[in-house]
């Protein structure tokens, strides 16, 4: 994928399209922004263009990414070496080589420590492009050897475009809730669209919430093993629970179904606005809101997970 054919960020593709052309691309690059942003995308586009820019041909074979391993939590020194000694090998073709490196946020301190003089005075020809999401994570002294790129969110009609190039089949209704969920994040867009596995969290969230509180709610604990299978997930968990419970509230207060975010569950937002008490669904909020901050803390999912439905119950 060219930048011309990546949407938004426009700001970000000039500079690098520019520095590019006039032969002063970075060495080094941290590109910033929450998951599902397009990190990625901008990427390997600028590896793409770096790369045919040198007027190579089957150029991709000089794009080299490492990423983390499913078994893993953090890239340590391991894992640095191999960048290090793909960073001294000679390119498959021509003089260049661009190294992507994802999750970069998660290399622990010892391995940053390991990169930097590979980040710092690279052979020639290399561009390293690290990815991450918490920039704050990255030391210092790396951060000072690179250029940093930060994404922002798409305007909602940048989002509309992106969708409907994607999905042309997409009704305005759908591309309503698409756009109102997402909050300006492609890959949640994408994610909402087209992942079964998220289909089906959001199907037994709004189980749960309708459940909570009546004698049924024991039942709810059934579901556990379905989240505690996709507790890579909670991030999408949480994003959903506050989702409808905000629909409802909205619902609740305004009657209004045109503002209702996932407007293809109005039936079952309609149904929790009627049965909840506004006080109940703002200490339901409270409870999703404390238990998210645990797990952003790494605490046990499934611990604090039957915490928060035991909670729930007790409202």
């Not at 700001?11 to 941290?30: G, V, Y």
């Not at 790369?51 to 391991?78: C, N, P, W």
């Not at 919430?209 to 024991?218: A, C, H, I, P, V």
Request: with cysteine.
């Amino acid at each position: 994928m060219t930048f011309d054919e990546i949407i938004g960020y426009e700001s970000i593709k000039n500079q690098m399209s520019i520095s590019i052309e006039n032969n002063t691309f970075s060495h080094a690059h941290l590109i910033s922004g929450e998951d599902g942003i397009g990190k990625s995308i901008i990427a390997r586009a600028a590896a793409e263009q770096f790369l045919l820019r040198q007027g190579l041909h089957g150029f991709k074979a000089d794009i080299v990414e490492f990423k983390l391993l499913e078994d893993k939590k953090s890239i340590g020194i391991d894992e640095i070496k191999d960048i290090i000694c793909e960073a001294n090998k000679k390119p498959i073709v021509g003089n260049n080589k661009v190294i992507i490196i994802y999750k970069a946020d998660t290399m622990t301190e010892p391995a940053q420590n390991a990169l930097l003089k590979t980040v710092e005075e690279p052979k020639d020809g290399i561009v390293i492009i690290m990815l991450c999401e918490k920039l704050d994570l990255i030391l210092d002294t790396i951060k000072s050897r690179c250029q940093i790129h930060k994404l922002n969110r798409l305007r909602e009609e940048e989002m509309r475009i992106f969708l409907k190039r994607k999905f042309q089949d997409l009704s305005d209704e759908y591309i309503n809730s698409v756009c109102a969920f997402s909050d300006g994040v492609p890959g949640r867009a994408e994610k909402f669209i087209e992942d079964d596995v998220f289909y089906e969290i959001r199907n037994k969230i709004l189980e749960v919430l309708k459940n909570s509180g009546r004698d049924e709610f024991r039942e709810v604990f059934h579901y556990r093993n379905f989240f505690i299978e996709n507790k890579n997930e909670w991030k999408d968990i949480f994003t959903c629970l506050l989702s409808y419970i905000r629909d409802a509230l909205v619902y609740k207060e305004t009657g209004n179904s045109s503002i209702v975010v996932n407007i293809d569950k109005f039936n079952d937002i309609k149904i929790i606005a009627e049965e909840f008490s506004f006080n109940k669904l703002i200490k339901i909020i409270d409870i999703v809101k404390n238990t998210r901050s645990k797990l952003e803390k790494n605490v046990n999912f499934a611990l604090v997970f039957d915490s928060m439905l035991l909670s729930m119950q007790e409202v």
